[in-house]
């Protein structure tokens, strides 16, 4: 089934530590995102990607890297640098026509 | 500054009444507009659509309204059931942007049996 897996589904990390979220998708979509829902708020975007290689700062970026190396992957690297890193992440694939984002199950970071 | 705002952060409805979730926007540009679904700890799922040439679309019990002038859609359930219950987020996007949506703070809808 075409789809978007993230992984994991849960993490728990000590602060000062970096940390990877997967993103993989085998819908053949080109651009991809990454979102973060804190409770309360709406999703605010962190980093976005229209094609492979390259990719373009959100919302609120600062604390966050990604890389697009292949179409299907879009890893987001959540960094020492996040002040406040406890949230859930989204992330989303979309062709470039519906504007319709299809999201994954989303990962809950936990800063101990 | 929101762009899209949906100043209620909770709705509780009767099962079998109707549900409606309200959205406002600022931004002129805008001419395409989507709600989506989310469960606790599950990533959002796209439930409807409309671009600003309609004022109106329907599939099934979800019905989602846009008043272009006043810069606001509402989304209606009809009849509501407790399996809607759920956040319902509006989102915003204008052609040329690259599907760079803009969402909403989100609604949590309850309906109660």
């Known amino acids: 089934d075409g789809g978007i897996t993230q992984s994991p589904k849960y993490l728990f990390r000590k602060e000062g530590q970096n940390v990877t979220l997967s993103c993989e998708q085998n819908?053949?979509?080109?651009?991809m995102y990454w979102y973060r829902q804190d409770p309360g708020q709406g999703l605010r975007l962190i980093y976005y990607s229209q094609i492979v290689n390259d990719f373009q700062k959100g919302d609120i970026a600062e604390g966050y890297s990604v890389s697009r190396e292949k179409k299907e992957s879009f890893p987001l690297t959540v960094t020492s640098a996040q002040k406040n890193p406890t949230a859930f992440y989204l992330c989303?694939?979309?062709?470039?026509?519906?504007?319709?984002?299809?999201f994954g199950e989303g990962s809950r970071l936990t800063v101990l | 500054d929101q762009q899209v705002k949906q100043n209620s952060p909770s709705l509780s409805v009767q099962e079998g009444r109707i549900s409606i979730l309200n959205c406002d926007y600022t931004?002129?540009?805008?001419?395409?507009f989507l709600w989506y679904k989310k469960y606790p700890a599950e990533g959002p799922t796209f439930l409807i659509s409309?671009?600003?040439?309609?004022d109106k679309n329907e599939d099934g019990r979800f019905t989602v309204f846009l008043n272009k002038s006043a810069k606001h859609l509402s989304l209606h359930i009809v009849p509501s059931q407790p399996g809607d219950s759920a956040v319902y987020f509006c989102a915003a996007s204008a052609l040329g942007a690259g599907n760079m949506l803009t969402f909403g703070g989100g609604t949590r809808l309850m309906v109660k049996p």
């Open positions: 819908l053949n979509h080109d651009a």
């Open positions: 989303a694939s979309s062709t470039d026509i519906t504007g319709e984002l299809f």
């Open positions: 931004n002129s540009m805008f001419d395409y």
């Open positions: 409309i671009s600003s040439i309609k």
